[in-house]
């Protein structure tokens, strides 16, 4: 997994992998210029194209990124709304960003990724943003044939990584000449505002300050009614503002720097554990409920991921990646059976060079004569041939029998040493899509295939992205 932080003064690439136990390894993290205005430019031409999908290969020329996903993190002054309310439809919730943007439904992209209801009122916290920003970044990893799989706000990001949930969370970005103040509290959600900031005089960049953090504190305490309005803010700002951390207004409302969680290994100086948390964070999407991630989350609080992708652009680029990593597994197996086959033909040529002996060659002229010993030979062949496993041709029936909105999280072939019922638990599957009524028409497709039988759904369930699963059992039918 390799994610990157576009930032307007730079882009931060980090590169991690979640091992088994649990635990997520940074391999890599380092920074590289900023590809702001391509992204941020108000229309879209081909030089603009051209700089973001430099981004892609630039990063190919630092770090390998074969057989990677790659998560985007963007900052929350880019998305038009940032908002917690009280729950409502799909159809209430387009109507209120088409009141507030101005915008047609087919120009903005949104999520969902908190749901609270500590009383007997639910709240939804959703992100907008504009369509056209996303496509261009779709657009430059298409170009680079880059596996796009999330694209995320960075208050998300780091609010994930610090996985406090039950605490409040305070975020304030300085980019530029205008502050985003992101505010997280439990049983509310989220909502942001923006305000300018001037640079040039420290007078008024503290009065500018002031007036922000007042109107935060205001709207705060209207929005989540039991919020702790004096919370410091955890700050990120441009690497040439940091000075501006020293204003008197900002004294007070600092919060300590900011560490990662233990189960993060990186080798990253504790210092600088906060600056890097955005886009480790953006990483830990793929952790489950009962993980340590989740350990503190409150009962009433639903956290999914913030990913602003459609459905269908996610399912593409799971199945994309899929695709990519069993090519690489047929890669491997092809190399070894062409070793083993070498192997063979330089046995037989070294054998067959020999040159045998007379006593030698009567011996085994006798053994040829043992009826029971070439018996025995033919039976260990025979039993050899039925244990034979056949995955490539089952893997092929499956990839043939799939619905077009169907992909697979992991495939089993094989009865894995087990004699009991081998056959009929020849194949293991779990299989993903966003419509549930797929996995029955899979199921009865790959029962009229004459290759399995007694195609069984044995549990369904959602994962922590929101998109629905199904475990399939698949007995041996007739393989040749």
């Not at 694209?151 to 998300?156: G, L, R, T, V």
């Not at 490539?392 to 019922?421: H, W, Y």
Request: proline share 4%; net charge negative.
């Amino acid at each position: 997994m390799i994610s990157l932080y576009l930032r307007p003064d730079k882009t931060q690439v980090v590169k991690g992998k979640i091992k088994k136990d649990k635990t997520i390894s940074i391999s890599d993290a380092t920074e590289i210029q900023s590809y702001w205005t391509a992204l941020t430019a108000q229309s879209i031409c081909e030089e603009n194209l051209h700089d973001l999908s430099n981004l892609f290969h630039e990063i190919k020329s630092i770090i390998s990124t074969s057989y990677e996903e790659f998560y985007i993190v963007l900052p929350d002054s880019l998305f038009y709304m940032v908002k917690c309310a009280e729950f409502m439809t799909n159809e209430d919730f387009m109507h209120s960003v088409r009141k507030e943007t101005n915008k047609k439904d087919e120009e903005v992209y949104y999520s969902f990724p908190i749901t609270t209801s500590p009383g007997s009122q639910p709240k939804r916290t959703f992100f907008a943003i504009e369509r056209e920003i996303i496509n261009r970044l779709l657009m430059a990893a298409k170009e680079e044939n880059i596996t796009l799989s999330s694209i995320e706000p960075a208050s998300m990001s780091f609010i994930r990584c610090c996985a406090s949930w039950p605490e409040e969370h305070f975020i304030i970005e300085l980019f530029g000449d205008q502050a985003t103040m992101v505010s997280y509290s439990p049983v509310g959600g989220m909502f942001s505002l923006k305000a300018p900031i001037s640079k040039d005089n420290s007078e008024t960049a503290n009065q500018d300050i002031n007036s922000m953090l007042a109107l935060h504190d205001y709207t705060a305490e209207k929005v989540f009614s039991s919020m702790n309005v004096n919370i410091p803010f955890t700050i990120f700002s441009e690497d040439k503002d940091k000075n501006i951390l020293e204003l008197e207004a900002f004294k007070g409302r600092s919060a300590v720097a900011k560490e990662l969680p233990s189960f993060v290994e990186a080798n990253i100086a504790p210092e600088y554990h906060q600056e890097w948390m955005i886009p480790i964070g953006t990483l830990l999407q793929n952790y489950e409920p009962e993980d340590e991630l989740y350990a503190t989350l409150p009962s009433f609080l639903q956290i999914t991921t913030a990913n602003i992708l459609p459905k269908e652009i996610q399912m593409g680029a799971k199945f994309q990646q899929w695709k990519q990593l069993a090519k690489r597994y047929s890669r491997i197996a092809i190399f070894f059976l062409a070793v083993i086959t070498f192997a063979e033909a330089a046995g037989t040529f070294y054998f067959d060079s020999i040159c045998i002996s007379p006593q030698l060659q009567a011996d085994y002229d006798s053994a040829q004569k043992d009826s029971k010993d070439i018996d025995a030979e033919i039976k260990l062949l025979a039993t050899a041939k039925k244990d034979h496993e056949y995955p490539m041709e089952a893997f092929k029936a499956l990839m043939d029998n799939r619905p077009n909105n169907c992909g697979f999280s992991s495939v089993s072939i094989g009865s894995n040493g087990q004699t009991k019922n081998a056959d009929e638990k020849w194949i293991r599957l779990t299989a993903v899509s966003t419509d549930p009524i797929v996995f029955q028409s899979y199921a009865a497709a790959l029962t009229n295939d004459e290759m399995f039988k007694n195609a069984n759904i044995s549990k369904m369930d959602t994962d922590s992205s929101g998109f629905k699963t199904a475990e399939l059992i698949l007995g041996k039918g007739k393989v040749q």
